[in-house]
């Protein structure tokens, strides 16, 4: 395995399940009639356009309530917004290089993406504490068995695990338990075990398997035995309520969903109330452990809830969310979605107190409900307003590939710097004053320390010899917060970027000969375009 980190996880324990995995054959929506600019292109319960335009504005200068944070699919990013205004705020590269903040140029980030330049994003889980989300850290997935660790002091994905043994496809990934002690992980296409046996289909009912990681956070326990609960077809999304008493299992291909009782389940488990085994691992009686079949619509996948018991169910066929009450069981509500809804994310609604009022639907569909851009259309999400029981769309939004799931947390939850204090900054390379800046060979190789501050780099210029191994160390001196810097390095395709206090490095063996401009790619001062310099390689 190949553990790449600045923190400490570990592998703690593999446990295989049977994971039942089936296409679901996509029906789409024709696209809207009559769509025209300036018009809504299409269905939707849009309530009165000034009281919704009211719910989603915020003001020039005032802040939004609450993060979303969406998985970016294969774009290996994760997108932030601001709710309720749904503005994009920031993108945080996780599994892909992104010149924009210089994540994977320098050597650090660099080796911590390691062979693999894309990954295929789906779950954020912010970390909890006692079930309530915590805003230290978010954790994420990718389709490669790996599992990534954002820091939401300063949005920085600051370890990548994996990729682990044995998962074949990470999708049901990075849930993390109430307490973050476990970052869980799931296969998606089951795999002769181990990875590198070559057993044919045929024998696919009996060879083929998907497992179960959990990633170790914090140790302190381990982790118990496992058992199945059948759900009807296609299992899809699998959802605790706040109170931790209903486990909701939405069967795709079925119009219900189904609320199994964790004390059922735990009795079953005591009485052994098994109805068989798959590979060893037993089978609990559905009878015995079902509270409810609730008759939400076509096509349910996940459930996300608010305060009151309030439950709400996407429904991928129906293209719609419904409302329903956990313990009563009766539909309240149904707003229909634009188009093919896949997951909902609600406002703090994976938590023990989720807080209602709003709920985005990711769809998977956008149809043209935009200006149009060609054949690569963006992807579409929805707020609605769940404030009363009366479901009301406010909002659509558009975005790149291809978000999945998002989270959403208070505003206030969340504690960030805004630079990195000079006396947190141990790189060895790190200097602050420009007497210390210039190039010397250490080990064989040319090392080039160099200052980075409005509006210069100190050395303006540096020689190498052809063939000669560079590293570039650049110490953006600035204490004063946006004040970035970056550094690049024209054909020589090198693109940094250094926050303020932070020491970045770039390694390259010096292969072109000839004088080659290198400058400051972040806007910094009335003087950043001149900030700039040479390196000459003879
Ligand atoms: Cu420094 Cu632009």
């Known amino acids: ?63 939004d309530e609450y993060y979303m944070f969406s998985s970016g699919g294969h774009s290996g990013q994760v997108y932030v917004y601001g709710l309720p205004s749904m503005r994009h705020i920031s993108t945080i590269p996780v599994y892909s290089p992104y010149p924009a903040t210089g994540y994977g140029f320098d050597d650090d980030s660099k080796a911590m993406l390691g062979y693999l330049t894309w990954g295929d994003v789906h779950h954020p889980s912010l970390s909890e504490t006692g079930g309530d989300y915590d805003g230290r850290w978010l954790f994420v997935n990718d389709m490669n068995g790996r599992v990534a660790r954002v820091d939401l002091r300063d949005f920085k994905t600051k370890q990548i695990l994996g990729p682990v043994p044995n998962v074949s ?35 696919y009912a009996t060879d083929y398997k998907g497992v179960l990681t959990a990633i170790k956070i914090d140790p302190k326990k381990v982790p118990g035995l496992v058992w199945l609960m059948p759900c009807g077809k296609s299992p899809h999304g699998v959802d605790v309520s706040p109170d931790g008493k209903w486990i909701i299992g939405s069967g795709k291909l079925q119009g219900v969903t189904t609320a199994f009782n964790f004390e059922k389940v735990q009795t079953a488990i005591r009485n052994k109330d098994y109805e068989g085994d798959e590979d060893g691992i037993p089978v609990l009686k559905y009878e015995s452990i079902k509270d409810a079949e609730v008759p939400v619509g076509l096509g349910p996948l996940h459930t996300q809830f608010g305060p009151n018991g309030m439950a709400y169910t996407s429904l991928f066929v129906d293209s719609a969310i419904a409302s329903w009450k956990l313990g009563t069981w009766e ?16 406002a703090e609604g994976d938590t023990v107190n989720p807080d209602g009022k709003y709920l985005v639907g990711l769809n998977k569909l956008s149809h043209g409900r935009h200006l149009s851009v060609g054949p690569s259309q963006p992807e579409s999400s929805q707020l609605v ?15 790149e590939p291809e978000p999945h799931y998002a989270q959403i947390i208070k505003a206030d939850k969340i504690h960030t710097i805004e630079v990195y204090p000079k006396e947190d900054n141990h790189h060895p390379l790190a200097i602050w004053d420009v007497k210390d800046a210039g190039i010397a060979r250490q080990g064989g190789k040319a090392v080039v320390k160099m200052i980075a501050v409005r509006t210069s780099f100190t050395p303006t210029e540096f020689t190498v010899n ?5 590293t570039v160390a650049v110490t953006n001196i600035e204490q004063t917060t946006d004040e970035l810097h970056g550094f690049a390095i024209l054909d020589y395709n090198i693109n940094i970027v250094i926050d303020p206090g932070e020491t970045k490095t770039v390694t390259f063996k010096a292969e072109k000969k000839g004088v080659f401009p ?21």
């Open 1 to 63: 395995m190949n553990v790449r980190h600045r923190g400490g996880w570990s592998v703690a324990a593999l446990v295989a399940v049977v994971v039942a995995v089936a296409l679901l054959g996509a029906c789409a929506p024709s696209a809207p009639k009559g769509a025209k600019p300036g018009k809504a292109g299409g269905g939707g319960a849009t309530s009165d356009m000034s009281v919704a335009a009211g719910k989603v504005y915020v003001a020039p200068g005032d802040l």
């Open 169 to 203: 496809g990470n999708h049901g990934s990075a849930f993390v338990t109430p307490n973050t002690e476990y970052s869980m992980m799931a296969s998606r296409f089951s795999i002769p075990l181990p990875k590198g046996t070559t057993t044919g289909t045929d024998k």
């Open 331 to 346: 539909l309240v509500d149904k707003v229909p979605m634009s188009y093919s809804i896949g997951h909902l994310a609600a």
């Open 385 to 399: 307003d769940i404030s009363d029981e009366k479901m009301k769309l406010l909002s659509d939004t558009f975005t």
């Open 466 to 470: 052809q063939g000669e191994t560079v």
């Open 518 to 538: 290198f400058y400051c790619t972040n806007f910094c001062s009335a003087l950043h375009q001149e900030m700039q310099g040479y390196m000459i390689v003879k």
